[in-house]
Structures are given as structure tokens and as C-alpha cells.
């Protein structure tokens, strides 16, 4: 929302107005920005020069069927996912049912949920041996698999199904926030014009809510492309799971970089239509947003309808796995006490921790000088540049960035050993460090949009009364500025945190030996269906995640008063 006083004061100030120039501020941002390129860089240069050139042997072998498998997953989570994100935004914003309230942010409770676990816990319930068909044999008499059809949880269906159900919410929040922002009086005109409430949503609503949908689409997309978890456990032979197989089974990092430029050409795509649709968004603001949305009221069939419509995503992509989860986690409470789950908790908490209060140091030193020198374009290109992170999935963000981070390691113990006979080993590739460089390039993108949002509130005129005070730029951001955006700051260092605990196609590849986090230690347990024993462990990750959901429901009601 515009701050009202920014846009006030806005005309008496002329924030374009050339300032003497800081080659300190111009040289971190883009120091930072070339930081998180180096990944990028990286992949592209290791696919163009592979020290083994298998490229031929991929196409002619395994290639066609990972870019297949990759179109039919991304197809089929995002279609789902729009089909249902979309319809019960408009439910839950437009109409009276019961339940209406609940919903509204009981829809969002997905998001807490990462995709390889519900896997994993679907699979236990869903499976040959599992309670649900176990309940069906002894019910109809059935002896064997042949006596009766039971859909294959571990199959390309599986993973569309499980991937749709905590990633819808991006569809969701992004139509929701769309649909509460239009303007009630042309939908009031589609009415007077004999439009039945569905026939002003596909023509009225639905048309203004595309652009948004498109953008939830997107990040819908692209979340689907970085899962690994999923289709690593179902045996789905997407790209993501084809470069986990080059590098670590095949011991071809080459063909592994070379499989993740083909997969950053969907990346491009993706963003090239996220653009396109943000752009088409500005068209759009609603003249009466202040006004209560009069709902529409649903006879008690439709009533029921729409509560089922709106309950049933809950209850598959959150309910039941929370309530298995649980009751697999309480027999197992006595795990606090363990040392092997404190310190996988203690590198959880620590990696995450230090990568959320750096990602979100750079992103201030990005947004901060891009509002001291509002006319200097490369300043802008340099955030973008840096946002490009966010757009890597796990895998190939963690080749991106152990290729440079390795040629320094052997850099360094080549000149060590040359000079004073003296190893030095691995620095940074091979230790922590790496982890937290890889959660800093994939999640600056989410605190930079965060810290330039709650700077565009501030009024350019605290800027210029702080420097008619003698303040420096450096004093004006740490006495004015940090201290009016500490909320967006939070929000961001918060979900910044939130996001790397779940992070696993990374933290796998990237991590010491014999160094665990909560989210590679539940993959390894429960890939070796040792669900159970790694339960509390996953019940811990999800319940940190249910946090930003709070956050998430409270920001979007707020856009607009409720009845």
C-alpha cells in the first residue's frame, strides 16, 4: 500500500536530484551483486568447458526423458495449482459460507508444509503396506494387489499431486490479494448488466486477477523445478533429480552443470513471464479499495460446496499430515535429550540464523544505495542481478557456487604447498560456510523486495532534514532509517530463516561430512522409511514454518477493511 505521507510529500522534494558521489556505497553494491553471480557465472562457464564432454551421450540417453518428465511436472502442479489457488481465493474473498474466516488464512497453512515431507508421509499412509489399503483388504476380503486398483503413490501423478498441495498457496496469497484490491463497482456494473455471480468472475474478475495469477504461476513453476526431495523419493526422472545423479553418482560435475543451464533456460521463461505480467499488473487499481466488499450469499448446497471446496486443501495438504506427524513425533519427545538431534538442531538454527542476518545486511547496502543515487541505473541492474538467486533451483545453485569457492580452496593450498610445503585443505567448499553462501544468493531476492518496500514508505524528507543535521549517509541509515523499518526487516530476516531451514536440494549437496541439518537428516531417514524416527524432527521444521504464515494472512487482510 502507498504510504499517504510519502506520497504527499513527495512533490516538494526532488529525490533525483544528483548527490555528491560515494564510490563506497557504488563499490559494496556492486561487490555484492557480482558475490551472488559468481554461482551463475560458474555453471555457465563449466557447461561451455567441461573437463569431460558427455553431452551428446545425455541427448541421444537420459536427456529427452528429464525434459519430458520436467514439462508433464510442471504441466501438472501448475495447472492443479491455479485451479485450485484461484477458486478459493475468490470463495473465501467474494462470498458468505460458513467457515469463511478460518479459511481465509487456514488456506495459507500449506506453506509450512515442504514438499518432501508430505511425500514421505502420504507414502506411508498411501503405500501397499500402509493403514489405508491394509483397512480396504481386511474390509473387502481382498488377499492380494490383483484383487483390487489402487492408485501409485510413488509415481509422476504422486509428485504433481504432493507438489500441488503446498505450493498452491503462491496462486492463492498472490489472486486473493488481487481479487480483495479490485474495484467493487465494476463488479457491481458486470451485475447490473444480468452477470450471475460465477459470470462476473470469469468475466469480470478472473480477467483483472490474471496478471497476478500469472506471477503465482511463476513461483509456482519455479519452486516445482528446484524440488528434489520429492521426486528424488517418488523416482521421478525430472532435471533437478538429473543432476544430482551426474554429479554425485556419475562423478561428471561437467554434465551436471551442463544439465543445469538447460534448466536455467526454464528459469529465463519463467521470469521473462513474471515480468510480463507484473508489468500488466500497474494497469489495474481499484478506485473505492476503502469500501467493504459486499459478499455474496450462498444458498445452504452452495454453502456446503464452497466450505468443502475450501477445507479440502487444508485438510490433505496440512491437517492429516500434521495430525501423523504428530502422533509419530510424541512417542519419540524423549529425542530432545539426544546429542545427535541437538546438534542437528544447533546447525538448523545456526546456518540459518547467520544466513537470514547477512542476506539481509546486503539486501539494506542494495536497496540503501539504490535510494541515495535513485539515477544511477547500473545500481538498479546491479539488484537485479542479485535477485537472479532466487530463480536457481538447490542443485544448481549448489554446483554454482562449490565451483568457485573450490578453485579458490585449491588456489590457495597449490601457493601453501609451493611455498612453505604446508596443506592447507578445504576453506570454504567442504564446511558451512558454503551452505550459508548458498541460502544468501538463493533467498536475496526475498529480503531485498521486503527492505526496498519498507524504504519506499519512508518520506524522502527525512533524508534531507538528517543530512541539513550534518548526517552522513552511513548515520542517516543507521539513526533514521533502520530504526522506521524495523518491521520490514524482521519480516524479512523471519522469513529469510524460515525458508533455509527448509531448504534441502543445497544444504544435501553443500554440507561437511558427517554434518546434518534437520531437513537432510529427516531426507535420510525417511528415504531409508524411517519416517517415524525423524518425525520430531520434521514436526520442529513445520512448526517454525507455521510463523510467516501468520505473518502472510495478517499483511493481506490488512489490504483491505472487511465487513
Not at 99 to 110: I, K, N, Q, V
Not at 245 to 272: E, P, R
Not at 366 to 377: D, H, I, V
Request: charged share 15%.
Amino acid at each position: 500500500m502507498t504510504d499517504i505521507t510519502a506520497t504527499a510529500a513527495a512533490p516538494l522534494i526532488d529525490t533525483r536530484k544528483p548527490r555528491r558521489f560515494m564510490p563506497g556505497w557504488y563499490s559494496v553494491a556492486w561487490g555484492s551483486a557480482i558475490l551472488v553471480m559468481l554461482p551463475v557465472l560458474a555453471v555457465f562457464w563449466l557447461a561451455l568447458f567441461p573437463t569431460e564432454n558427455i553431452w551428446p551421450h545425455l541427448a541421444d540417453t537420459v536427456l529427452p526423458v528429464y525434459i519430458r518428465t520436467t514439462l508433464l511436472l510442471l504441466a501438472g502442479v501448475g495447472g492443479l495449482s491455479v485451479v485450485i489457488g484461484v477458486s478459493t481465493a475468490w470463495l473465501v474473498t467474494m462470498c458468505n459460507f460458513p467457515g469463511r474466516r478460518l479459511f481465509e488464512w487456514a488456506l495459507l497453512l500449506p506453506f509450512a508444509m515442504p514438499a518432501y515431507l508430505i511425500a514421505y508421509l502420504y507414502t506411508d499412509l498411501l503405500e501397499y503396506a500402509g493403514p489405508l489399503q491394509s483397512f480396504l483388504r481386511e474390509l473387502f476380503g481382498w488377499q492380494t494387489a490383483r484383487d483390487y486398483w489402487f492408485p501409485e503413490i510413488r509415481s509422476l501423478g504422486g509428485a504433481i499431486s504432493m507438489l500441488t498441495l503446498v505450493l498452491y498457496p503462491y496462486v492463492y496469497l498472490l489472486s486473493r490479494a488481487s481479487f480483495l484490491e479490485q474495484s467493487m463497482s465494476i463488479r457491481d456494473a458486470s451485475r447490473i448488466f444480468g452477470c450471475t455471480p460465477l459470470q462476473s468472475f470469469y468475466r469480470v474478475s478472473l480477467p483483472i486477477a490474471r496478471p497476478a495469477v500469472a506471477v503465482g504461476l511463476s513461483l509456482v513453476s519455479m519452486e516445482t523445478l528446484n524440488d528434489f526431495g520429492t521426486v528424488d523419493y517418488f523416482a521421478v526422472k525430472s532435471l533437478s533429480a538429473g543432476i544430482y545423479d551426474a554429479w554425485l553418482n556419475m562423478g561428471n560435475i561437467g554434465a551436471a552443470a551442463q544439465i543445469a543451464t538447460l534448466m536455467m533456460v526454464f528459469v529465463i521463461l519463467l521470469i521473462s513471464l513474471e515480468r510480463i505480467a507484473r508489468s500488466r499488473q500497474k494497469q489495474f487499481n481499484a478506485s473505492d479499495r476503502f469500501r467493504s466488499i459486499d459478499r455474496y450469499s450462498l444458498s445452504p448446497l452452495k454453502a456446503l460446496l464452497a466450505t468443502t471446496a475450501c477445507a479440502l486443501p487444508v485438510l490433505l495438504g496440512f491437517l492429516i499430515p500434521f495430525l501423523v506427524l504428530g502422533s509419530y513425533a510424541l512417542p519419540r519427545l524423549d529425542q530432545f535429550a539426544e546429542a545427535d538431534f541437538l546438534a542437528h538442531a544447533s546447525h538448523s538454527f545456526t546456518l540459518s540464523a547467520l544466513a537470514a542476518v547477512l542476506t539481509v545486511a546486503v539486501a539494506v547496502v542494495l536497496a540503501y544505495s539504490k535510494r541515495l543515487y535513485p539515477g544511477f541505473k547500473s545500481l538498479t541492474l546491479a539488484t537485479r542481478f542479485s535477485s537472479l538467486g532466487y530463480a536457481l533451483p538447490g542443485a544448481v545453485l549448489a554446483i554454482g557456487v562449490i565451483i568457485p569457492l573450490a578453485t579458490f580452496d585449491n588456489s590457495i593450498d597449490a601457493f601453501m604447498r609451493e611455498q612453505f610445503n604446508i596443506s592447507t585443505g578445504l576453506l570454504l567448499s567442504g564446511t558451512p560456510f558454503a551452505i550459508v553462501f548458498a541460502y544468501c544468493v538463493r533467498f536475496l531476492a526475498v529480503s531485498t523486495g521486503s527492505v526496498e518496500s519498507s524504504l519506499a514508505k519512508v518520506t524522502p524528507s527525512m533524508d534531507m532534514a538528517s543530512r541539513s543535521l550534518g548526517l552522513n549517509p552511513l548515520q542517516t541509515l543507521r539513526r533514521v532509517h533502520l530504526p522506521l523499518i524495523r518491521g520490514g526487516l524482521l519480516t524479512a530476516v523471519l522469513v529469510v530463516f524460515v525458508d533455509a531451514m527448509k531448504e534441502l536440494p543445497a544444504t544435501l549437496i553443500l554440507r561437511p561430512f558427517n554434518y546434518d541439518t534437520l531437513a537432510t537428516y529427516v531426507y535420510q531417514y525417511a528415504s531409508d522409511e524411517m519416517l517415524e524416527t525423524s518425525a520430531l524432527a520434521a514436526l520442529l521444521i513445520v512448526l517454525v514454518g507455521i510463523v510467516p504464515v501468520i505473518l502472510l494472512s495478517r499483511t493481506i487482510t490488512s489490504t483491505r477493511q472487511s465487513e
